[in-house]
C-alpha cells in the first residue's frame, strides 16, 4: 500500500504547477440568432469541425440528445442558454461555439461539445452534430 502511495504522489508532483480547470466567460450579452431557433436533434459526433459529413448516418442515443434554442436566450434546458453563436453553460463556466450550415436542404448545427475533458484536462472539444427539427420551429 504503501508502494502505491508513493507512486501516486510522484505522478502528482509531475504535474505542471498551476494546472486549474478551464473556464471560459458566460456572461456574454444577449445577440439574437433568428435562424437558430427552434428544435435541434442530434444525430451524430465528431473530433473536429471538419469531419463532418453530411451523408455520415446518425448514431443512435447520443449523450447529449439535442436542445430547443428559445427566444431571449432560453433554452429547453435550464441549465443553459444562448446567444448568437454560443450555447452557455454557466454551471461548468463554458460557452461552447455553434455554426449553422446546410447541405442537401438540411439545416445542420456543429456545436462545440466541451466536457470534463475540456475543462479539467485542457482537452480540444469535440462537436455534436445537429439537425434542424422544422416541425418544430419557432415563427414570430
Known amino acids: 500500500m504503501k508502494n502505491i502511495l508513493t507512486a501516486a504522489l510522484a505522478i502528482l508532483a509531475a504535474l505542471p504547477a498551476g494546472l486549474a480547470a478551464r473556464t ?26 471538419d469531419e463532418f459529413r453530411p451523408a455520415s448516418g446518425v448514431i443512435p442515443k447520443l449523450f447529449f440528445a439535442g436542445v430547443t434554442l428559445l427566444p431571449v436566450g432560453r433554452t429547453s434546458n435550464p441549465g443553459l442558454s444562448w446567444t448568437k453563436g454560443f450555447i452557455l453553460n454557466p454551471s461548468m463556466k463554458t460557452a461552447s461555439k455553434y455554426t ?7 439545416d445542420y448545427m456543429l456545436m462545440e461539445w466541451k466536457s470534463g475533458d475540456y ?9 455534436y452534430v445537429m439537425v434542424y427539427c422544422s416541425h418544430l420551429r419557432l415563427e414570430g
Open 100 to 106: 449553422l450550415t446546410t447541405a442537401d436542404g438540411i
Open 119 to 127: 475543462v479539467d484536462r485542457d482537452a480540444a472539444p469535440g462537436y
Open 24 to 49: 471560459d466567460r458566460t456572461d456574454l450579452p444577449f445577440a439574437d440568432d433568428p435562424a437558430a431557433l427552434g428544435a435541434w436533434t442530434s444525430v451524430s459526433f465528431v473530433e473536429q469541425a
